[in-house]
């Protein structure tokens, strides 16, 4: 049984990130199998998120944002968003920067195939893939080998298709992107598109859906083509990419680590419960694994009870969305209403201090938080009123 210092299952974002950070360190020479099914060679997948400073991955930024704009049906704002820049990195580029710097490592193996199993003997893991087996001091797993218990845990989908289009004139304001547009129907749900330009006439442009309810293919289609007709330009247009996926936004207690076996990336609960970016969070928290495995040879990271009151804010809004106590597009309204942008960013990547927090909370209303606070102290599914309120929106604050 051939013997490795590291095996990674699963070389997506979480996977190739770690060893990108793995070989920025003084474990660079580290024995590491990499095992995964695809050959991650396709543009499958866009990763957008907001940081403050340079990140290790600002060489492949393909695109990059200071102001951003968001819409509903009573509120709209452009904003900027200093010192935060909004950043979107395709998959294709992410893949290929990191497979470019390691592939020529003799000390790194890949493997295309699918992982059979993971398990403990003594102190070693044992993977098994493609009819073989392999050993390893420690496993970085990034592969959800069971589906999520959505019984025990507040969860909603965010389903989402994306198109990247070219118009016949110019139709997108370059250095401003829209993080959030609600003005299209909801339809008993949390329904926003967001448009990302390339330039004055290439965006992509997708819808974002919060339910557990997977639309067809067409039906986002139908989404998509209404919006470009009513709020960007009625003339005409081209697909020239596609991309759909299904991000898991759930308080599951995800188990970051079973004896040698470390889950990473959603496996390890690196998803934000309550939006569903993952990548700045996972980054963060590889970094950290990796600074630990430096320093001590063992990649374990605990939160602190403080830092896990960013989880009990995550449970008490997805119960609010969940057991729909409140619409989600009037929610977002009063969030970027009555906030300033920094504020809420900050909140959003677990970075704000109390001060900040309580103003946040103050800036919604109580009753639907409150219910589902007190709902997600006792654990309990609390009786949703029939009809949502309005909550007092005013039609007139349109900025």
């Given at each position: 049984?051939?013997?490795?210092?590291?095996?990674?299952?699963?070389?997506?974002?979480?996977?190739?990130?770690?060893?990108?950070?793995?070989?920025?360190?003084?474990?660079?020479?580290?024995?590491?199998?990499?095992?995964?099914?695809?050959?991650?060679?396709?543009?499958?997948?866009?990763?957008?998120?907001?940081?403050?400073?340079?990140?290790?991955?600002?060489?492949?930024?393909?695109?990059?944002?200071?102001?951003?704009?968001?819409?509903?049906?009573?509120?709209?704002?452009?904003?900027?968003?200093?010192?935060?820049?909004?950043?979107?990195?395709?998959?294709?580029?992410?893949?290929?920067?990191?497979?470019?710097?390691?592939?020529?490592?003799?000390?790194?193996?890949?493997?295309?195939?699918?992982?059979?199993?993971?398990?403990?003997?003594?102190?070693?893991?044992?993977?098994?893939?493609?009819?073989?087996?392999?050993?390893?001091?420690?496993?970085?797993?990034?592969?959800?080998?069971?589906?999520?218990?959505?019984?025990?845990?507040?969860?909603?989908?965010?389903?989402?298709?994306?198109?990247?289009?070219?118009?016949?004139?110019?139709?997108?304001?370059?250095?401003?992107?829209?993080?959030?547009?609600?003005?299209?129907?909801?339809?008993?749900?949390?329904?926003?598109?967001?448009?990302?330009?390339?330039?004055?006439?290439?965006?992509?442009?997708?819808?974002?859906?919060?339910?557990?309810?997977?639309?067809?293919?067409?039906?986002?289609?139908?989404?998509?083509?209404?919006?470009?007709?009513?709020?960007?330009?009625?003339?005409?247009?081209?697909?020239?990419?596609?991309?759909?996926?299904?991000?898991?936004?759930?308080?599951?207690?995800?188990?970051?680590?079973?004896?040698?076996?470390?889950?990473?990336?959603?496996?390890?609960?690196?998803?934000?419960?309550?939006?569903?970016?993952?990548?700045?969070?996972?980054?963060?928290?590889?970094?950290?694994?990796?600074?630990?495995?430096?320093?001590?040879?063992?990649?374990?990271?605990?939160?602190?009870?403080?830092?896990?009151?960013?989880?009990?804010?995550?449970?008490?809004?997805?119960?609010?969305?969940?057991?729909?106590?409140?619409?989600?597009?009037?929610?977002?309204?009063?969030?970027?209403?009555?906030?300033?942008?920094?504020?809420?960013?900050?909140?959003?990547?677990?970075?704000?201090?109390?001060?900040?927090?309580l103003a946040l909370m103050s800036s919604v209303p109580t009753a639907p938080f409150l219910m589902s606070f007190i709902a997600e102290l006792l654990k309990k599914r609390l009786p949703t009123p029939s009809n949502l309120p309005t909550w007092n929106l005013d039609p007139k604050a349109v900025v």
């Amino acid at each position: 049984m051939k013997h490795f210092d590291y095996i990674i299952t699963g070389a997506g974002g979480a996977g190739l990130s770690l060893i990108h950070h793995l070989c920025q360190t003084s474990l660079k020479d580290k024995r590491i199998l990499v095992i995964d099914k695809t050959s991650k060679d396709a543009n499958d997948r866009t990763w957008c998120f907001w940081e403050q400073e340079a990140g290790p991955f600002d060489d492949i930024v393909y695109r990059s944002w200071d102001q951003l704009s968001f819409h509903s049906k009573t509120y709209s704002k452009d904003f900027e968003i200093a010192p935060f820049q909004y950043k979107m990195i395709r998959g294709i580029d992410f893949y290929r920067h990191v497979q470019e710097k390691t592939i020529e490592q003799s000390n790194i193996e890949w493997l295309k195939a699918k992982v059979e199993d993971i398990s403990m003997e003594g102190e070693r893991v044992v993977v098994k893939a493609a009819g073989q087996s392999f050993s390893a001091d420690w496993c970085f797993n990034s592969i959800l080998f069971q589906p999520i218990n959505k019984k025990d845990s507040n969860y909603l989908d965010q389903h989402f298709k994306g198109w990247v289009v070219q118009m016949e004139e110019s139709s997108f304001t370059p250095d401003r992107a829209t993080l959030m547009d609600f003005r299209i129907p909801q339809e008993g749900e949390t329904r926003f598109l967001y448009v990302l330009p390339i330039d004055s006439r290439r965006a992509l442009i997708e819808v974002a859906i919060f339910s557990n309810n997977i639309l067809t293919s067409a039906q986002y289609d139908q989404i998509l083509d209404q919006y470009i007709k009513e709020y960007i330009s009625e003339q005409s247009y081209e697909v020239t990419h596609e991309e759909f996926g299904v991000i898991p936004m759930t308080d599951y207690p995800f188990t970051r680590s079973e004896g040698r076996v470390i889950h990473i990336g959603t496996a390890g609960g690196d998803t934000k419960a309550s939006t569903g970016y993952t990548f700045w969070r996972m980054q963060k928290h590889l970094l950290q694994l990796v600074d630990q495995l430096v320093q001590t040879g063992i990649p374990s990271i605990k939160p602190s009870s403080w830092q896990k009151r960013f989880h009990l804010y995550d449970s008490t809004l997805l119960r609010v969305l969940d057991e729909e106590r409140m619409a989600g597009d009037d929610l977002f309204t009063y969030l970027f209403r009555k906030n300033p942008p920094q504020r809420l960013l900050r909140f959003l990547n677990d970075e704000s201090h109390l001060a900040e927090e309580l103003a946040l909370m103050s800036s919604v209303p109580t009753a639907p938080f409150l219910m589902s606070f007190i709902a997600e102290l006792l654990k309990k599914r609390l009786p949703t009123p029939s009809n949502l309120p309005t909550w007092n929106l005013d039609p007139k604050a349109v900025v």
